[in-house]
């Protein structure tokens, strides 16, 4: 294998070239330095790139290969951190200005994980401030640089997606994840809520937030998760044929624009074309108010996220998150409580409805990525499945009329994350026109 | 107001007699740094006492006070927390190797809300490592040096049942706040799961952790829910005459021994004869297995909070914590699913079964406390509790045959904390002996 571009590699790729000796972890985290050098003065997805301590972190790792040592499956690959994700030593805002020149000390969970299985941690990626709302990230889409990459993970999207690292993590409480993965033509994986360890991130709403992670492949995306326990690190081999699938456009179908429903058409018609049995199931209608019960959840629970600030340091504290805090958003503990009962009941209803499929295929996003930085987007197609604490995977699966990336997502069952690998990784090269190439944004 | 011995003092007659100019900040941290320096060496509650930093911060707030500024309704109090507690600047080792020397950037949630109503930080409480298991704290039982006073929050309770501080924090993920109140013989407050924040506290098990705070009076634990935005800051006067008390003995009574039942009888008679209604409600037959869920959601859900300690400093973990990690438990990812999903029909089944009660009346723990330390006692009349991710108020109650404290529980509805706090101010004064005095540990 030869080496030309080392920032087109996947993870899985790049560790494959490694174990053959064709490229070492100096060699590719300078190909990524020289992407990110030549690209984010435009994209702006990072907020710290930590160039010095990766590299002596290559050198090491290169070192211990040598001498036959590899740590695990991520031996030598640089992944970057939404910076809501403490890396012990790195800056740490939460991109907030209640936080500059905050610098932890510990590893987040997720963090301790990859670089337990040899990954380099290389910096700290953009984000709506504590990935919730207040000061917007500077980030910009790499397909288009007058667009939004999504959010609140916005700089983990972008940099995927443009190819300046190969993996990156984000988090999500409600669309914060899929939303930018969609936009930015990436994978990635929200996983099932409470298996992935979420100490050391930025928390907003406790039964929502979740961590999740980028990558331009499904083969990386189990990567990640069988680095953190949740999967196994070869999947089982699944036949396209044997998938069975549920569509469910949800009860927001008519947010859907620019083209998200040819797009979600068109990887359905794939999949029944290459022999998938592909059936729309809706949801039931318990399910019509999901959305509003998720956004009573995340205001509810986000009082006790937020009210430390506003005690301390409100006045820096953007006016809605001050009202999330001082409990302006009409929300009272007895509606929050009957969200939270309601959301229970839809987890299980949800098990009952599906049984028998393999996952649910749905709309990534409402559609291509909004021009301008104002808004990251609308999460509506994202939230429901949060809430449900399902694991999702997305999978780059068009491009809109205007030729900005579209993605669908599969969803699957609570703690069937592993399963739901393997149905991303038959389904894929089906559904993503780029599958197995390296796409390079135009923007 | 004249103040002999400023140790006996509820934070809340400190404030008064601060406020009426008869005690200073000084004088209330003078006092109680006589106290633990002579009663720590036996007692062992304390990890880290920051002296200067303490006595630095009651001067400024003395003199805040003085230029006409007080802070809230904490000015001046000291608090001590839980190790596994962050307070910036402070050591926080959650008692554990793994952690030896670390001194994190940031207040905890809790210790941030404290702080902006007027509290002073004091210093690190000992704990079972992680809150958890593996290493255990040195702390004893103040009112018998060679008994144990219960854990996690080991040294929570004991710093203010031999009256070193009036407020201590701890957390509890099963019964770590609830047992040492009642073994220490001191008032304790575990509010609904998710309404006070957690971040900055070491996370076990997502859908059980709770913040909780012990203290010596029902008034004392309503200035901490005030402060933490879960109550008013004064409570609705209610006549004992009023209440409406559930008796339960839960499903396993059989567990309570060493005169528990003796004294949580004497508190329902007690009630019955100033006034109150009590009648024997026991839980449904559908909850006869509530402790076994609590157990596969703490071990299911603390695989995540562990995996990354096993994979990065695993020969230094606790085998049982590695066996947590390593999915060694027996419990599988749809064992945990199942008891996920228990738990929340047990939760909407518990409003329905006492609706019209104000609280429940139960056990605070198996009996008296055990003498040694290799055990912290049992949890099973707690963590059915935390499962439901209800309020609780523990109330010492008596003492059981050897004299050593016990306290009864009472058990409100999720999100109802103000309510239970003005139960627990209308009970407290018929159930507690020692009410609105200082109880003086004889160990």
Known sequence: ???????????????????????????????????????????????HVDRAGAMAEAKRLDAERAAGKVRGPLHGIPIALKDVIDVAGMPGTHNSPLHDGRVPVDDAGCVALMRAA??????????????????????????????????????????????HVPISFGTQTGGSVMRPASYCGTYAMKPTWGVVSREGAKLFAASLDTIGWYARSVEDLRLVAAASGIAEQAGTARTVASLRIALCLTPYADKARDGALDVLTRAAEALTAAGATVERVELPASFAE?????????????RAAFLPALLTRGEDLHDTLR?????????????????QDHA???????????????????????GEADAGLESTGNSVFNSLWTLLHLPVIGVPAGDGPTGLPIGVQFVGFRHGDDALLDVAAAAAPVVDPWHGKARVPAG
């Open 1 to 47: 294998m030869t080496v030309s571009d080392p920032c087109r590699l996947t993870a899985g790729e790049a560790a494959a070239a490694m174990a053959d000796g064709s490229l070492t972890a100096v060699d590719l985290l300078t190909g990524l330095l020289a992407r990110i050098d030549a690209r984010d003065p435009a994209v702006r997805a990072w907020l």
């Open 118 to 163: 040899g990954a380099i941690p290389l910096g700290k990626l953009d984000t709506v401030e504590f990935a919730a709302l207040g000061r917007l990230p500077k980030t910009v889409n790499p397909h288009r640089l007058t667009h939004t990459a999504g959010g609140s993970s916005s700089g983990s999207g972008a940099a995927v997606g443009d190819l």
């Open 290 to 302: 999901i959305d509003d019960a998720k956004d009573t959840i995340m205001r509810g629970e986000g």
């Open 323 to 339: 009202g999330i805090a001082e409990y302006r958003t009409g929300i009272t503990p007895m509606s929050l409580k009957a969200a």
């Open 344 to 366: 229970a009941h839809l987890r299980m209803a949800y098990e009952g409805h599906y049984r028998g499929f393999d996952a649910v295929l749905t709309f990534g996003a409402t």
